[in-house]
């Protein structure tokens, strides 16, 4: 097959996934609207959490860190790609329909898992009737999931780059279709999640079909199906002590009122920088590695590490920054109106600025990953995982008699630096393809440098814009959109002047040499 070009396809998913969560933010723009930080927003956000939870496990998380690098080495190698798939198809789906039953006698042990604090009032009933509609999603998605990685693996991008916008479209059409459907609102959100579930797999299984792999569930166990078991079940145990930091936070959450929704939506303005920079890295970077090393060709695969790197810290620093410097600004032009109140505001903006901290770390950690994961070594980062979430489960119930929820994001963010530290020590012994090359080690500090130019200018400009967020909606976006300019103004000018990054990179995207 032919290399990929790293930069295009950065480009190419971050895109669709810059969109998708520009989508998103006015879907929980329109959810704060209607029901603010009220009891209906928070069991729905916990209700929708449940199967966003457990497709880290048979999704984006385990099923796919072991199915991508087996499937992208079988294209490489010339093996039989599609019998593998239909198998890893019929095995997933068994397993996915079966935890949906599970999951819908279970439901309320589920809410009481994620949030406890819940018991005994209106917010247990309300997340466990949501939450028995909308678990369904995880069926399609992770199917969807599934013939995303097919796509990947043969670096065709765009679909299933794409497929996510599709969520945010139907939730925000069922939102303004409710009173026209007779349903609440609440009620809405939760029945447009599984329609949404069968549109984006609908959009993926006829991409690969289109692109020469229709695929067919089929129950056949084979040598390849048990291997795929073995890589996938430590990546499992790993995607479930991520769940477990994350349980750990909403449950902190959990009792304070209001504090559910204030983490979620910042939560929601850390996860669009991550999500258009990370999962960008994470998805070209698994399967290009994979092949690179798959060929013997060690220096190919260096050469797609570090520009992952570059390009992860050339748009991961400045959003981090920002998030730090500014979160007052950002929360209250995006969500402050309808139900959701100045003080929700406050709140929000505290936990905005925590996440900005431990920003480039997660972003760092898609960049990590891939090696352990394409050489079909999953036993390390689930033990990386398990230390990380130690760090994280002692500081978040350790410090929430002084922070209370803040407590959560504070975990969360050094725990993230934790588990980055770990998988670059363990990566050592990993030879050539591990290491840094002379541009990233000369580019890096440069970037840094200029990120904080960049947040020093914004902080200024900040303060003096604060005034107008007494304003209407125009001058709160305008105050907005004229420190997203002069932030990014800033950041390309100081980067270029002190060569922390080259327009050329730009115009002439560098291509892999062949194997």
Known sequence: ??????????????????????????????????LGAGPVAEAFLIAFALPNMFRRFFAEGAFNTAFVPMFAKRIETGEDAQSFANSAAGVLGLLLIALCLLALVFMPWLVWAMASGFEGDERFSLAVGMGRIVFVYIL???LAALASGVLNALGRFAAAAAAPVLLNVILVAFMLLAPRLGLAVGDALAWGVPV??????GMVWFAARRAGFTIVPRLRFSPALKRLAIVAAPAALAGGVVQVNLLVGRQVASFTDGAIAWLSYADRLYQLPLGVVGIAIGVVLLPELSRRLAAGDGPAGQAALNRAAEFALLLALPAGMALLVVPHLLVSVLFERGAFMASDTSATALAVAIYGLGLPAFVLQKVAAPLFF????????FYYALCSMLVNLVLAVGL??????LAAPVATGVAGWAMLGLLLWGARGYGVAAQMDARLRRRVPRQMAAALVMGGGVWLLGQALAPWLDGGS???FAALGLVVLTGAVVYGGVLVAIGGAKLSDL?????????
């Open 1 to 34: 097959m032919k290399p990929i070009r790293m930069l295009g396809a950065f480009v190419t998913v971050g895109g669709w996934t810059l969109l998708s969560r520009l989508l998103g933010f006015i879907r929980d723009v329109m959810i704060a609207a209607f």
């Open 140 to 142: 399609f998605i992770s």
């Open 196 to 201: 949404a579930g069968v549109a984006q797999l």
């Open 374 to 381: 394409a050489r079909e070594d999953t036993r390390r980062p």
């Open 400 to 405: 929430m008699p002084w922070l209370g929820y």
């Open 474 to 476: 125009g001058a709160r």
């Open 507 to 515: 115009r002439q995207p560098r291509r892999q040499p062949r194997a």
